[in-house]
């Protein structure tokens, strides 16, 4: 990649946390629904923490607020695919095919601001937790591991909101995706001990990728980060990254064969 295509990777990026921040929409599945859905988790089953098997945490936030950074790089994903859906449906994206540039530059511009995003929404609820008298064990190196995993998520989601986007070039089809994500979410350990979880759900949360992200992101907060599950977490990312990417790759080449 070039100097010239790397400048528009960034320039798209940024374009892409602007347009976020301008609209509510996409902005609040990001940082308002995951806090949300936080405070009532924590404050209404805190007691879970009293549970058998459970792991030795200071209170339930220690133990939620993985489970809340994850969901947001997911729906930043998943806003960042409805973005880029929208951007096809107004001919901005056949205006960027029709420039000078790397074509799947567009895709990676638009990576790089969900990247940002995630982060930024990893900072406020690390904030967020602090405040509300979170621990975090690894003190300042393991938050920029949970920085690092967390902005890496959003990069390995975006992969796949970006690839329903451009296959369908609809938002509305991007935005039917937003219950999945919770399936997702719930059929993985980010709400609750895999040790604790029962029947299908535990069998599923074993392989699921996203339990292994969240360990890796839960691990600097409640205990100490190991280089076995900070591999597994790095993996998975690994994993989704590459499926996201690849199918990102394939729309696109689909939709430039079929002349946008």
Not at 2 to 14: H, W
């Amino acid at each position: 990649m070039t100097r010239t295509d790397l400048r528009v990777v960034a320039a798209l990026g940024a374009r892409s946390v602007k347009q976020t921040f301008r609209r509510p929409q996409l902005l609040a599945p990001i940082v308002v629904f995951p806090s949300i859905l936080l405070a009532i988790q924590t404050a209404g089953a805190g007691q879970a923490v009293n549970l058998p098997e459970f792991p030795p945490v200071n209170s339930f936030l220690d133990f939620m607020l993985a489970g809340a950074m994850i969901q947001a790089t997911l729906l930043a994903g998943n806003s960042g695919g409805i973005a880029l859906a929208v951007d096809i449906e107004m001919g901005f994206t056949d205006r960027l095919l029709a420039a000078p540039i790397s074509r799947f530059g567009m895709v990676l511009g638009r990576l790089a601001g969900t990247g940002v995003l995630s982060l930024l929404a990893g900072i406020w609820f690390i904030v967020v937790g602090l405040i509300f008298g979170a621990q975090i064990n690894d003190g300042v190196p393991g938050v920029i591991v949970m920085l690092l995993l967390v902005t890496l998520s959003g990069l390995a989601f975006g992969g796949i909101g970006a690839a329903v986007a451009l296959r369908t070039g609809r938002a509305s089809v991007v935005q039917g995706l937003f219950p999945l994500v919770f399936v997702i979410l719930f059929l993985s350990s980010a709400f609750f001990p895999q040790d604790l979880l029962t029947g299908p759900a535990a069998t599923i949360a074993q392989y699921n990728p996203l339990s292994f992200i969240v360990e890796g992101i839960r691990d600097p907060v409640i205990s100490s980060l190991t280089w076995e599950v900070f591999g597994k977490a790095i993996a998975s990312l690994a994993l989704v990254g590459a499926i996201g990417i690849g199918l990102s790759a394939l729309a696109l080449r689909r939709r430039l064969r079929a002349g946008g």
